[in-house]
């Protein structure tokens, strides 16, 4: 399973890597996809929408069901990945580049703290 040691993770299998400026983009883990299986619709609703910690921004829905997404950090959500609209796949064969879910301007970049590095997300998922 692929875990990279660049991102930071949520308990409820999002990741999170911060860019310039306060910007951040969002997905679901390698993890999260393979429980899922084929994804095969992404929604964001929340686009242009202040969105905290915990709170859904969204939907993924595979062949199997229907799982909300939930943000890492508070902000507002930027944009979907216009790419999923198509290709909704991209979150299982690549979900850390090409199949990222949203972009988000932080409000509080120290909310990123209290979120899981690679190996204490590893230790979560073996338990």
């Known amino acids: 399973m692929n875990v990279p040691e660049n991102l930071k993770y949520t308990k409820d299998h999002e990741w999170i890597r911060v860019e310039e400026d306060g910007i951040a983009t969002v ?58 609209e198509d290709t909704p796949e991209l979150v299982n064969q690549d979900p850390y580049e090409k199949g990222w879910m949203i972009k988000v301007k932080m409000s509080d970049p120290s909310e990123v703290d209290k979120l899981m590095d690679a190996e204490s997300y590893k230790k979560m998922l073996e338990s």
């Not at 899922?36 to 062949?63: R, Y």
């Open 27 to 84: 997905g679901i883990t390698d993890f999260a996809q393979g429980e899922l299986g084929d994804i095969v619709f992404v929604e964001a609703e929340t686009v242009d929408n202040m969105v905290f910690v915990g709170e859904s921004f969204g939907t993924v829905e595979a062949v199997k069901t229907v799982s909300d997404l939930f943000m890492p950090v508070s902000g507002d959500v930027l944009e979907l990945n216009p790419e999923l």
